[in-house]
């Protein structure tokens, strides 16, 4: 339970900053630890009490047949999976969210989100 | 104001999502598709690492479509930041002699870990998204440290587009010669816990490691770009 209330804190702390902060660049931030405390909060719902990672391999290699790690005590390799994918995409949201930066800085010079009112009516 | 606004916000979302949360049995056995993925993984593909039988075996479609988000996203860079007319110059500063030393020893070492990651993605933790990552991270020391160094496209592209066809290559040859798409039955999957088993695995996995590793490095080359270059 501990480790969903500290990702729930984690994804606190980025909406926090994105609702608060005005450079654009800490909003990006707040958005990179959002997308970490969700990473951790799916991570998290895949655990088992005394559970192992999700490889199974072999215990002595000389002798076939004895494993390390048995299949019915290993977490969740589910979650794991998903949150492989949504860290790719994350990194993706970052890097497109920056270049963006990058050419909204080249306009104005100024990295206050005041600054930019057009789309504003 | 606007802080004590968005203190409130955050504690209500907060509330009802610990509500929800409290539903959940934490810590308890699994039981349904994770369990089949779990009890069955390793007689249906020879992997020793689960995770990555199911990323590309089990849910190797979806994987398809990540690769071509990455893809979409190196591709909308370039076109963001390959033709901007920047007014004020983004200078490259000289990286110091600790930083050039040190690249000019660990960028092969680095190429080599990535290589060794993404090709052991199906027996130890690891795999194609995180060699082709490291790969990257080689290219932005070697980009840090030189100021005169450029990032090469052409090669990235065609190394990039490559890997992209073997990969739905693979998939397709599946289809031809066995039930569906991405399907692991045509190569023998060998004998499990070693270098050569688990069937297509190591294969897909080597060509999203090439196409993840360029894709980054190309993308990291367009950041780097300074002003004069851009025209």
């Given at each position: 339970m501990i480790f969903m209330i500290a990702s729930i804190l984690l994804i606190m702390i980025?909406?926090?900053?994105?609702?608060?902060?005005?450079?654009?660049?800490?909003?990006?931030?707040?958005?990179?630890?959002?997308?970490s405390g969700?990473?951790l909060l799916?991570i998290s719902?895949?655990?088992?009490?005394?559970?192992?990672?999700?490889?199974?391999?072999?215990?002595?290699?000389?002798?076939?047949?004895?494993?390390?790690?048995?299949?019915?005590?290993?977490?969740?390799?589910?979650?794991?999976?998903?949150?492989?994918?949504?860290?790719?995409?994350?990194?993706?949201?970052?890097?497109?969210?920056?270049?963006?930066?990058?050419?909204?800085?080249?306009?104005?010079?100024?990295?206050?989100?005041?600054?930019?009112?057009?789309?504003?009516? | 104001?606007?802080?004590?606004?968005?203190?409130?916000?955050?504690?209500?979302?907060s509330?009802?999502?610990?509500?929800?949360?409290?539903?959940?049995?934490?810590?308890?056995?699994?039981?349904?598709?994770?369990?089949?993925?779990?009890?069955?993984?390793?007689?249906?593909?020879?992997?020793?690492?689960?995770?990555?039988?199911?990323?590309?075996?089990?849910?190797?479609?979806?994987?398809?479509?990540?690769?071509?988000?990455?893809?979409?996203?190196?591709?909308?860079?370039?076109?963001?930041?390959?033709?901007?007319?920047?007014?004020?110059?983004?200078?490259?500063?000289?990286?110091?002699?600790?930083?050039?030393?040190?690249?000019?020893?660990?960028?092969?070492?680095?190429?080599?870990?990535?290589?060794?990651?993404?090709?052991?993605?199906?027996?130890?933790?690891?795999?194609?998204?995180?060699?082709?990552?490291?790969?990257?991270?080689?290219?932005?020391?070697?980009?840090?440290?030189?100021?005169?160094?450029?990032?090469?496209?052409?090669?990235?592209?065609?190394?990039?587009?490559?890997?992209?066809?073997?990969?739905?290559?693979?998939?397709?040859?599946?289809?031809?010669?066995?039930?569906?798409?991405?399907?692991?039955?045509?190569?023998?999957?060998?004998?499990?816990?070693?270098?050569?088993?688990?069937?297509?695995?190591?294969?897909?996995?080597?060509?999203?490691?090439?196409?993840?590793?360029?894709?980054?490095?190309?993308?990291?080359?367009?950041?780097?770009?300074?002003?004069?270059?851009?025209?």
């Open positions: 980025g909406l926090y900053a994105v609702l608060v902060k005005r450079n654009v660049i800490k909003i990006v931030i707040g958005l990179s630890i959002m997308n969700i990473n799916i719902m895949g655990f088992v009490k005394g559970g192992e990672a999700p490889i199974i391999y072999l215990k002595d290699f000389f002798k076939p047949g004895t494993l390390l790690v048995d299949p019915s005590k290993i977490v969740d390799p589910l979650p794991q999976a998903l949150v492989l994918t949504a860290i790719v995409i994350g990194v993706g949201v970052t890097a497109m969210a920056l270049s963006l930066i990058i050419r909204m800085h080249s306009k104005k010079e100024s990295l206050e989100i005041d600054d930019f009112k057009e789309l504003k009516w | 104001m606007r802080k004590i606004t968005a203190i409130v916000f955050l504690m209500i979302i509330f009802y999502f610990i509500l929800i949360l409290g539903e959940i049995t934490f810590g308890e056995k699994y039981e349904g598709v994770s369990e089949h993925y779990v009890e069955k993984g390793i007689q249906e593909n020879r992997g020793a690492n689960i995770v990555t039988s199911i990323v590309v075996n089990y849910r190797g479609f979806d994987t398809l479509g990540e690769v071509t988000v990455l893809f979409l996203t190196a591709t909308g860079i370039s076109f963001l930041l390959g033709s901007c007319k920047c007014k004020n110059p983004m200078k490259r500063i000289k990286g110091s002699f600790v930083l050039r030393a040190a690249t000019e020893t660990l960028f092969p070492v680095i190429l080599l870990f990535g290589a060794y990651i993404f090709i052991h993605g199906h027996l130890t933790p690891g795999g194609g998204f995180q060699g082709g990552t490291v790969v990257a991270s080689g290219f932005l020391l070697l980009l840090l440290s030189n100021r005169k160094y450029k990032v090469n496209h052409l090669p990235l592209t065609i190394t990039e587009s490559f890997a992209g066809i073997s990969f739905v290559s693979i998939g397709i040859l599946g289809l031809i010669f066995s039930k569906s798409f991405l399907a692991n039955d045509i190569i023998p999957k060998g004998n499990w816990n070693e270098l050569f088993s688990a069937g297509f695995i190591p294969l897909i996995y080597i060509a999203v490691g090439l196409k993840v590793g360029a894709e980054l490095s190309g993308l990291l080359g367009d950041m780097f770009k300074t002003t004069e270059e851009r025209k």
